[in-house]
């Protein structure tokens, strides 16, 4: 089993919709959390960190289940320029490390 | 601030050539890594130094070697490349302190092994 897994999608919405992607980690002592966004032939850049009480940012809200051990993010009112691939990202407690999911692709469509 | 640096963008190579990926950031940053990224399997570490002079394997380090030049340099070298390393590789850098766990990424390298 993967460490953190997602599904890759692709998600295809219309401009204005409400889209959700979950992701699932393994390790029930990982202690941080992260959304990094990756546009197509581009690098990965921080989208946002993910607190266990919940965070906005702007349109986006990414929420923690400690319990379930799954982290989500909604992006509400999409708009095209949201079109990536979106990486699940959870830090390692036992290596300090960081650990990618393999992404979900989202499409956003006129 | 140029941030991370990568070269080259992209390299061909055959089977049993050897290469070195040079990576450099001017962010003072502490902790530098080597990522390759293939379809469906995400970004998984290669190397990574956590610190000037220290260097630590990843999740897939056969293949490969690396050099943590100084604070600003960190190079991957394929010593005998096969086509299994046809892959997008990413350097990154972290400050890697309580306050950020933030990783900057460089632009990849786009390399093919035929």
């Known amino acids: 089993r993967k460490e953190v897994e997602q599904d890759p999608g692709p998600f295809n919405v219309p401009e204005g919709a409400t889209v959700a992607f979950n992701c699932t980690y393994s390790?029930?002592?990982?202690?941080?959390f992260f959304w990094y966004r990756q546009d197509c032939r581009k690098e990965p850049k921080l989208l946002m960190s993910v607190y266990s009480s919940g965070n906005e940012d702007g349109r986006f809200t990414a929420q923690l289940n400690r319990a379930s051990q799954y982290i989500s993010l909604l992006i509400r009112d999409s708009k095209l320029s949201d079109s990536a691939t979106y990486l699940c990202v959870v830090r390692s407690s036992n290596t300090g490390k960081l650990i990618f999911g393999q992404g979900t692709t989202l499409q956003v469509k006129p | 601030n140029a941030g991370v640096t990568q070269t080259p963008k992209f390299q061909v190579l055959k089977t049993g050539q050897s290469m070195t990926l040079q990576c450099a950031q001017d962010m003072n940053h502490n902790s530098m890594y080597w990522y390759r990224q293939d379809p469906g399997m995400g970004l998984r570490l290669i190397y990574y130094?956590?610190?000037?002079?220290?260097?630590d394997k990843g999740e897939v380090p056969n293949g490969y070697n690396v050099s943590r030049l100084n604070k600003r340099e960190f190079s991957l070298r394929l010593e005998s490349a096969a086509p299994s390393q046809t892959s997008v590789y990413f350097c990154?850098?972290?400050?890697?302190?309580?306050?950020?766990?933030?990783?900057?990424f460089g632009p990849g390298t786009r390399l093919t092994v035929t």
């Open positions: 390790n029930s002592a990982s202690q941080s």
């Open positions: 130094s956590a610190s000037e002079g220290t260097t």
């Open positions: 990154a850098s972290s400050a890697f302190t309580s306050a950020s766990y933030e990783q900057y």
